[in-house]
């Protein structure tokens, strides 16, 4: 997974970086169906991301060759909409019967935390206070759902998430600067598992079946004879 952060490192005046590389993503979440859309709210946890600049080039402040370094962590509460495509095509193209593609997009809340950042150059080294941040999160995504059992599917699927923007303290053993400010965005590849507790909502055939009714008619005895006058 690919952390892509755009934006200028302010604080030391300098490029922020290019990508924070690449990580893991943990989520759970539980939805249901509003016809015609599957949606959901989830929550997520990624962790381990590495903000690295420098090298022979200066970094503001810092003369040439310098360095800083810093862990990300990032959570979003997302609530997501999804739409399976009822194409029986599709799903014998792909996977033979028991396959579901399906398109969707996400809004919700992400929270950016920044570690303490170590700063390093040849005219010295220090550190910068983390921080944390909050800001609006948006998604698109797409995938397909294979079954295992009438319950259980796996999700493999494709998405693009947008973090807001990341932002630094500002506040460094080297004095105060102006607050660091990058975009945050990643490409991500998911692969986890659905369980439904109700009948699968899926493109279903249309059977059509002649039902044969049989009527019999019974006749009726004939009446009791008049009576005879005396």
Not at 69 to 74: E, G, K, S, V
Not at 153 to 164: C, L, N, Q
Request: with cysteine.
């Amino acid at each position: 997974w690919s952390r892509k952060l755009t934006g200028d490192d302010n604080g030391l005046g300098g490029p922020f970086g290019d990508s924070a590389g690449r990580s893991y993503v943990g989520q759970v979440g539980f939805g249901g169906f509003i016809d015609p859309l599957r949606v959901d709210i989830t929550g997520a946890y990624r962790g381990s991301y590495k903000y690295d600049a420098g090298g022979r080039r200066a970094i503001g402040r810092l003369a040439a060759p310098s360095a800083a370094r810093a862990n990300i962590d990032n959570y979003t509460v997302m609530v997501n909409a999804y739409f399976d495509i009822p194409s029986e095509s599709i799903e014998t193209m792909l996977f033979g019967t028991g396959a579901r593609p399906n398109i969707g997009a996400g809004v919700g809340w992400s929270r950016n935390i920044v570690g303490t950042r170590d700063c390093s150059s040849a005219n010295g080294a220090g550190f910068e206070r983390g921080s944390r941040n909050s800001d609006l999160a948006w998604a698109v995504m797409a995938g397909v759902a294979i079954d295992i059992t009438r319950n259980v599917a796996i999700d493999i699927g494709y998405r693009y998430m947008d973090f807001g923007k990341i932002r630094t303290s500002g506040q460094t053993t080297l004095g105060s600067f102006p607050r660091s400010e990058a975009n945050f965005s990643a490409h991500e590849a998911l692969i986890g598992l659905r369980f439904s507790f109700a009948e699968p909502m899926r493109a279903t055939r249309t059977t059509q079946q002649t039902e044969t009714v049989t009527t019999q008619t019974q006749t009726p005895p004939p009446p009791p004879p008049a009576p005879q006058p005396e």
